[in-house]
Nanobody, 127 residues
Framework: QVQLVESGGGLVQAGGSLRLSCAAS?????????????MAWFRQAPGKEREFVAA????????HYADSVKGRFTISRDNAKNTVYLQMNSLKPEDTAVYVC???????????????WGQGTQVTVSS
């Protein structure tokens, strides 16, 4: 099992920045054949489906982003703290959502399938 705890959400004006954190514990970072440990951020706005935001491969640091956040959001990890971050800059009202951290071992960093999920943290961007 993997446990994920998010923090860092809040209210910010359009154009502002926030940094989200996701601390991981449990059966993390084990290696398996043909797969790599991935951590990702998704978001869900009221009345909308959950949307992929960004992912990072823990061992290599490779990243993958949704087109809607490229150039504004940056995903990173701190190996010593077992934590993944999402730095969000130039925020827009349409970024308002509950942001949820996810983890799994997969072969493809572009996967949308994750087995482990956090509880989420609210991000609200005012215009």
């Amino acid at each position: 099992q993997v446990q994920l705890v998010e923090s860092g959400g809040g209210l910010v004006q359009a154009g502002g920045s926030l940094r989200l954190s996701c601390a991981a514990s449990g059966r993390t970072f084990s290696s398996y054949p043909f797969s790599t440990y991935l951590m990702a951020w998704f978001r869900q706005a009221p009345g909308k489906e959950r949307e992929f935001v960004a992912a990072i491969a823990w061992s290599s640091g490779s990243t993958h982003y949704a087109d809607s956040v490229k150039g504004r959001f940056t995903i990173s990890r701190d190996n010593a703290k077992n934590t993944v971050y999402l730095q969000m800059n130039s925020l827009k009202p349409e970024d308002t959502a509950v942001y949820v951290c996810a983890a799994d071992w997969r072969a493809d960093i572009a996967t949308m399938i994750y087995s482990y999920w956090g509880q989420g943290t609210q991000v609200t961007v005012s215009s």
